[in-house]
C-alpha cells in the first residue's frame, strides 16, 4: 500500500538549515505532483510548496527564497531543504499528493526553530 516516511527533522537555531527527506512506496512516485506540507502548533495544516513529475515547483509564498523542493524518482524520494530558518517555521512538516490523499498522511517529522 501507499506508504510516505518524512525524515530530517529536528532543533535548529534562527537562520539555520535543515534538509528534509520523503520516502516513498507502494505507488509509481515518477507519476504524482508531489507536496510537502506543515501544521504548527494551533494552526491547520497548510501546503508549503509542490512538484510536479517533471520538476516544475511552486511555492508558498512565506518560504520562497528560502525552501527548496526537489525530488529524485530513481530513489523514490522528496526533499526539502530549508535555509535561513525562522521561529515561525516551527512545525511538523509532511509529505503528501497534491492535492493529498486524506488516507495517506505519516507521522511527519518536527521543525523547531528556536534560540
Known amino acids: 500500500q501507499v506508504q510516505l516516511v518524512e525524515s530530517g527533522g529536528g532543533l535548529v537555531q534562527p537562520g539555520g538549515s535543515l534538509r528534509l527527506s520523503c520516502a516513498a512506496s507502494g505507488f509509481i512516485f515518477s507519476g504524482y505532483v508531489m507536496g510537502w506540507y506543515r501544521q504548527a502548533p494551533g494552526k491547520q495544516r497548510e501546503l508549503v510548496a509542490d512538484i510536479s513529475s517533471s520538476g516544475t515547483t511552486n511555492y508558498d509564498a512565506s518560504v520562497k527564497g528560502r525552501f527548496t523542493i526537489s525530488r529524485g524518482n530513481a530513489k523514490n524520494t522528496m526533499y526539502l531543504q530549508m535555509n535561513n530558518l525562522k521561529p515561525e517555521d516551527t512545525a511538523v512538516y509532511y509529505c503528501?499528493?497534491?492535492?493529498?490523499?486524506?488516507?495517506?498522511w505519516g507521522k511527519g517529522t518536527l521543525v523547531t526553530v528556536s534560540a
Open positions: 503528501n499528493f497534491r492535492p493529498p490523499w486524506a488516507g495517506t
